[in-house]
């Protein structure tokens, strides 16, 4: 079992739609999560990052986490085409520094 | 300007020859890493580096080695490359102190195709 998993996608949505993108990871002792985006041909981006239980809103962005289930989700509302991208979960494991695992990433496309 | 750059941008070699990708940073971090990608699989940690003396193998180093010339400089060799090794390979940088404590910033990629 991966220990950052996410659904590969696409996950299509029209214009103005909620996306929404999940996350689950296998270790409990992960202490730090992060959404990266990344553009085709690009380099990873930070969007949202949430160490404690519950929501954390960044303009059109949400980063949810619930610790006991062991799952992070990105939602983005008013999706627009510009949100199209891969959208990456990273999690950090308490004991080991800065260091990220990454899941495979979910492909967003969002359809004028 | 950049502050993490990567050179070359793209790299195309044959199988056996010896190949370094080189990373610089200006964003004045100790902390450094090379990520290979390959598509569905995310980012796979190859190497990284905590600080000049510091060099620790990630979860995919077989084929691959580092050398942290300085804070700001990073460099990764494939001693004789090999076709799987094709793939988009990212550097990154990290502060160990501040609020973005666990942030990573990545340089721009470079893309190897090994024939």
């Known amino acids: 079992q991966k220990e950052v998993e996410q659904n590969s996608g696409p996950l299509s949505v029209p214009e103005g739609a909620i996306a929404s993108l999940n996350c689950t990871y296998s270790?409990?002792?992960?202490?730090?999560f992060f959404w990266y985006r990344q553009y085709s041909g690009k380099s990873p981006e930070l969007i949202m990052f949430i160490y404690s239980n519950g929501d954390k809103e960044d303009g059109r962005f949400t980063a949810q986490l619930n610790k006991a289930s062991q799952y992070v989700s990105l939602l983005i509302r008013d999706s627009q085409p510009s949100d199209s991208a891969t959208y990456l979960c990273a999690v950090n494991v308490g004991n080991a520094g800065n260091m990220l695992t990454f899941g495979g990433g979910t492909r967003l496309m969002v359809k004028p | 300007d950049a502050d993490v750059t990567q050179t070359p941008r793209n790299r195309i070699t044959k199988t056996g020859k010896r190949i370094m990708l080189e990373c610089s940073q200006t964003?004045?971090?100790?902390?450094m890493y090379w990520y290979r990608q390959d598509p569905g699989l995310g980012l796979r940690l190859i190497y990284y580096s905590f600080d000049v003396k510091d060099i620790n193998k990630g979860e995919i180093s077989d084929g691959y080695s580092v050398s942290r010339q300085a804070q700001a400089k990073f460099s990764l060799s494939l001693e004789s490359a090999i076709p799987n090794q094709t793939a988009l390979y990212f550097c990154?940088?990290?502060?160990?102190?501040?609020?973005?404590?666990?942030?990573?910033?990545f340089g721009p990629g470079t893309r190897l195709t090994v024939l």
């Open positions: 990154a940088t990290s502060d160990a102190s501040g609020r973005h404590y666990n942030e990573q910033f």
């Open positions: 270790d409990r002792g992960s202490q730090s």
């Open positions: 964003k004045g971090h100790d902390r």
